[in-house]
């Protein structure tokens, strides 16, 4: 069955440094990928997605991600990170075939001054 | 931009009355979802509609049924709400028919329902 693994329920950062959070799926062939990000009290809203190609994908905000296929990962990243990227951030599969995503249970991110 | 509303922000409601919520897109999208979110477990898929009055199954149908008059229109009905359903419900839409998985989806900005 398909899976997605959020490792970090919560990741504290400064405000200007880089930031990375991980995602892990487990899924039989290629997948569809996703990154979303929730504001406080906000519904979720798409930061990128990764269908085929390139495997380095950039979204809005800043932010990217890269497909690793031998790692089974799409983890996402920012060089900088800004005091309103405070927010929890979900990982999601959506398979070749069928009709189901699949969502990490999320990654809290706190920033600091 | 697609705009996906709930009817709902914040919903009281006791235990055993029946519960209705509401989730309407602009975008004239094929599928619509319904999810729930609690902490630690992420957002689990309670209903899917693929069209007009039909619908499938998610992850955690028990306690739920849903509704699909209208191509922008996806109701979450809770038949007699228990407190385990206390949590954070939400509506999603995505274009078309067929490849769901290749979809993005957009959300609403969700109803935080409290059975008491």
């Known amino acids: 069955a398909q899976s997605v693994t959020q490792p970090d329920i919560h990741i504290t950062v400064s405000e200007g440094a880089s930031l990375e959070l991980r995602c892990n799926y487990s899924?039989?062939?290629?997948?569809?990928l996703f990154w979303y990000v929730q504001s406080p009290g906000q519904g979720l809203q798409l930061l990128l997605k990764?269908?085929?190609?390139?495997?380095l994908v950039q979204g809005i905000k800043g932010f990217e991600a890269e497909f690793k296929r031998s790692q089974s990962s799409f983890n996402l990243r920012k060089p900088s990170v800004h005091w309103s990227d405070a927010a929890e951030y979900f990982c999601?599969?959506?398979?070749?075939?069928?009709?189901?995503?699949?969502f990490g249970t999320g990654t809290s991110l706190t920033v600091i001054p | 931009d697609v705009k996906v509303t709930q009817s709902s922000r914040y919903l009281v409601k006791r235990t055993g009355e029946k519960v209705f919520l509401e989730c309407v897109q602009d975008?004239?999208?094929?599928?619509m979802f319904w999810y729930r979110q609690d902490p630690g477990l992420g957002l689990r898929l309670i209903y899917f509609?693929?069209?007009?009055?039909?619908?499938e199954k998610g992850d955690i149908p028990e306690g739920y049924s849903v509704s699909r008059e209208k191509k922008e229109r996806f109701s979450l009905i809770l038949e007699s709400a228990s407190t385990n359903q206390t949590s954070m419900y939400l509506c999603?839409?995505?274009?078309?028919?067929?490849?769901?998985?290749?979809?993005?989806?957009?959300f609403g900005p969700g109803t935080r329902l409290t059975v008491l």
């Open positions: 999603a839409s995505s274009l078309s028919a067929g490849g769901l998985g290749s979809d993005t989806q957009y």
């Open positions: 899924y039989g062939a290629t997948p569809y």
């Open positions: 990764y269908f085929s190609g390139d495997t």
């Open positions: 999601a599969v959506g398979p070749n075939t069928g009709n189901q995503f699949y």
């Open positions: 975008m004239d999208h094929e599928n």
């Open positions: 509609s693929y069209d007009v009055k039909m619908k």
